[in-house]
Each structure stands twice: as structure tokens, then as C-alpha cells.
Nanobody
Framework: QVQLVESGGGLVQAGGSLRLSCAAS????????MGWYRQAPGKQRVLVAR???????NYADAVKGRFTISRDNAKNTVYQQMDTLKREDTALYYC????????????WGQGAQVTVSS
């Protein structure tokens, strides 16, 4: 059993910053990629950023230059630094990871709300 626990969401004014964290726990033999998705009201869940075990990253065009994803492999934790936040960044942010627990599986966190006010 694997758990992904997110923290760091909240309410911030436009132009401000927030940092999300997601820690994976359980019987983990390895983690391939970790990342963040977001889902705004009435919209589909979409990829925001992803980082591989080797540190390769990719970002959605909407957040390039403003968000930075990083990872601490020793702690099985992924971070997302979000700067210059815009109202359209308001969403429920989900942590995602591909985890080996004697078999590979795709896991999700419970979601962290980020609300950006004008």
C-alpha cells in the first residue's frame, strides 16, 4: 500500500507564491516519475509538471517559467514551487507517482486546493 500525502496549498493573491509538497510512503522499492496534475472546476485533470528519477522535467506551457518541480529521492518527496501565480492557476492540485511496490502502479494523492485571488 502506497500513500501520497500533499501539503502546502492555500489562498494567495495574484503574483504571489506557494510551495506544494508530496511525500510518498509505504512498501516502496522505487519511484519512477513523480508529478503534479491540476483540475479546475468543470474542467479535466491536466498535467502541470513531471520529474523523473533522474531529474528530467517537463512542464505544461501554461506554467513554464513560473513553476519549478524538484524531488528528493531519499525522502520520496516531490515539490512544486509556484511563483507569479495567476487566477487561472486556481485548481485542486494532485500529486501523482509511478511506484514500484513489488509491482509497478500509478498512485494519486488526495489533492491540495490552490486558490489565487485578484
Amino acid at each position: 500500500q502506497v500513500q501520497l500525502v500533499e501539503s502546502g496549498g492555500g489562498l494567495v493573491q495574484a503574483g504571489g507564491s506557494l510551495r506544494l509538497s508530496c511525500a510518498a510512503s509505504g512498501s516502496i522499492f522505487g519511484i519512477e516519475h513523480m508529478g503534479w496534475y491540476r483540475q479546475a472546476p468543470g474542467k479535466q485533470r491536466v498535467l502541470v509538471a513531471r520529474i523523473t528519477s533522474g531529474g528530467n522535467t517537463n512542464y505544461a506551457d501554461a506554467v513554464k517559467g513560473r513553476f519549478t518541480i524538484s524531488r528528493d529521492n531519499a525522502k520520496n518527496t516531490v515539490y512544486q514551487q509556484m511563483d507569479t501565480l495567476k487566477r487561472e492557476d486556481t485548481a485542486l492540485y494532485y500529486c501523482n507517482a509511478k511506484v514500484n511496490t513489488n509491482d509497478w502502479g500509478n498512485y494519486w494523492g488526495q489533492g491540495a486546493q490552490v486558490t489565487v485571488s485578484s
